[in-house]
DNA sequence: TAATTTCTGAAATATTTTTTTCAAAACGCC
DNA sequence: GGCGTTTTGAAAAAAATATTTCAGAAATTA
């Protein structure tokens, strides 16, 4: 019975009608679409497990989109799952020729997928440099630090903000210095010895953020750089330094691996801290 | 009964053995060497009927390696699909079992790479299932809009701000959407048609952001969601949605995946605006 | 070539997986 | 709050799939 549909279409038709779904089938069109994958590997109990409802609850979502049941609609996934593979590795050639023979404009999607393969490679090789000495090291002024200053300015206020959210699922107390109002100075000023700051920092170096990290070292407070280099302007005075070599692509420096070591960081604090986390239910009230 | 063995030395024992296996078993042989990707999905009277053989002789196959029958061999195969690489999965699997068996605690350099490989993971699935459309739709959102809110809250805020620093290298009119004393209202208030907001949002979907995103649909301007799935509830008014499936370890979701979207969506911007990218020389006086 | 062993095909049986059914629960509407 | 409708859970029934059995065919050996 099943409607000639690609697996694609379905998805699309899937997404469209949502709204209409009762409770369950919202969960399980859900589950469909972040699985989609994996989807023809897995048994109609596998999926209901997964949602945590009755097998038949996932014939009933079949049918409801025109398929006599499971297996129906299973097998759209099935024959849309051969030509899958491959395309990945086509791609990024076909963008390194693209790119060598100036020709041809460039696709928004070759673009992002060279940026995205650019990211793939910053990971990767962070994932190899990694330093084990110096990442104990920096859990370790994590875990005895009471007050944290952060501090990370332009392109990484961003993952500055990220850090002190993510710091303030735990005890301590997290000062973000945004420098709002211009009060750099001021929301420094407080920092003393036995505080931790972490100052996050790459070329060019922004001068306020030096500044902030210059304050913490004249204070004695314990200093947490991560940065490109260990011969950072701000390595100088560091506790401890993390470096980060992001990758790049059209002249553009990826984020993934800076943001990602701090988020890995955040975890080995809370594993060290016996914090279970919970990402998700944070802020009660506001997220209903 | 399934020996713990993988896929590749399976492939690797069949061939070795293959002299000494009998005609129907050689065909069964050659015909599991050529379709191995396939194999997961095929039922043993698929593969029964293209060998020309009966299932029992596929059985035979299976015991004849090991295996208590045929579904288990194929067990074999579905594992070594679904989590790909072979070097991630060995960490995951190790880490997995580590935790299982409490007894060695894992070090920070282990917690580290095991998030930066479920970082690798989700950049992968990412790059695989990129939508162009939706890509060229945002893209084109972002060129002809002229004044561009963000907004995003809590964990996606270091996002929604990175946006807003990396569209002020554009000549766009750009507003994050910061909700400073509380003053969301304040701040989305002036949106309207022809304009355009960037709204940053996953499970479990602030409410402040559900907001924003509604306010900017009444006041008939664009939407550009970018969540994990085409059915969040900022979905629906959107003008176009971008999703993206963070990896996750330990409970915890990534973000690289997140932010190296965003960036991939500024530099394809830039080149629509035929922008030359120099984000390294930003704001002079500010950063030396 | 006869005896013995190994291999194969077909059908019976067992198991797993999917689908259907139906009563109970939840929901929406007066 | 009662009434009709929709949604859900549990379990029975059906279908699909895998495994075992066994008799006969091929191969092997003496």
Redesign the interface.
């Known amino acids: 019975m099943s409607n000639g549909i690609t697996a694609d279409q379905l ?1 699309q038709r ?2 469209e009608e ?2 209409g779904l009762s409770k369950q089938l ?1 969960v399980i ?2 589950y469909i ?2 699985h989609r ?2 989807l ?2 897995e048994r109609i109990t596998d999926i209901a497990q997964a949602c945590e409802v009755q097998p038949s609850a996932i014939v009933r979502f079949a049918q409801r989109f025109g398929f006599s049941g499971f297996s129906d609609m299973q097998a759209l996934f ?1 024959d849309s ?2 030509p899958a ?1 491959g ?2 590795n086509n791609y990024q050639k076909r963008i390194r020729t693209v790119i060598a023979s100036q020709d041809t404009p ?4 070759e ?3 060279s ?3 650019a ?2 490679q910053g ?2 090789e ?2 190899q440099s ?1 330093d ?1 000495a110096a ?2 090291a920096a ?1 370790e002024l994590l875990y005895k630090a009471e007050n944290i200053y952060v501090v990370g ?3 990484m ?3 500055a ?2 850090v002190c ?1 993510a710091l303030q699922h735990t005890q301590k107390r997290v000062h973000l210095i945004s420098g ?1 109002g211009g009060m750099y100075h001021d929301q420094v000023r407080s920092i003393r010895e036995n505080d931790l700051m972490i100052a996050i920092s790459f ?6 953020t030096r500044y902030c990290a210059r304050v913490a070292s004249q204070n004695k407070a314990k200093l947490l750089v991560i940065s490109d280099s260990k011969m950072s302007p701000l390595a100088r005075n560091a506790s401890t330094v993390l470096t980060v070599k992001e990758g790049t ?9 800076t ?3 701090c ?3 955040f ?2 604090l809370s ?2 801290l016996e914090l279970v ?7 009660g009230a ?3």
Do not use: H, W
Not at 106 to 109: C, E
Not at 203 to 208: F, I, L, N, T, V
């Open positions: 998805m899937i997404s949502y709204e919202k069109a859900k679409e972040e994958p994996t023809v590997l099935r799952f051969a593979q395309n990945v460039l696709s928004n999607t673009l992002t997928q940026f995205l393969s990211c793939q990971l990767d962070l994932s990694l084990p990442i104990d859990v300015v332009r392109r206020f961003p993952i903000s990220y959210y709002l070329q060019p170096y922004g001068r306020e692509a059209f002249a553009f420096r990826s984020m993934s691996s943001i990602s070591l988020q890995a960081l975890i080995a594993y060290r986390i919970e990402e998700t239910q944070d802020a506001y997220d209903d």
